[in-house]
């Protein structure tokens, strides 16, 4: 009986881990800015494209501008032996035309501080069983 009420506990138990291991990893996809920071953080940060893609539309989307964005970064680091780090200002979320677009400012900046870039940023997102990003372009 002991044994059989210890072993019940021990599941449950198993239960709850997993359960909440679940829970702290899904990813969160009910907030446009929400998913467009975590693209950011992924594409442009952690350079890490299967991050990325978890966040990015299912089939198409236009990534040309901040795939060359990424690739000067990745260049000017290379050739210059520096770091460059990126960040971004506030995300603002708007409808544009139907369409939900989500706008920041991204800044490079050398990790020596030595000189700073910042350009405007939109992010086109679509709701395909929640957001995800099907754009990027820089803003003129």
Known sequence: MVLGLSALLCLGGVGVVVSLYDEATEIKRT??????????????VNRNDQEASLYQCKSGGDFGEIA???????????????GIRVTWTSLAVSNEGGQTVVTTDLRRAITD???????????????????RVCGAAKVS
């Open 31 to 44: 907030a446009p800015d929400a998913v467009t920071d975590s693209f950011i953080r992924a594409y442009l």
């Open 68 to 82: 060359a964005f990424r690739d000067d970064i990745v260049g000017r680091e290379q050739q210059y032996s520096i």
């Open 113 to 131: 501080g030595s000189e700073r870039t910042t350009d405007k940023w939109r992010f086109i997102l679509v709701d395909q069983n929640g957001w």
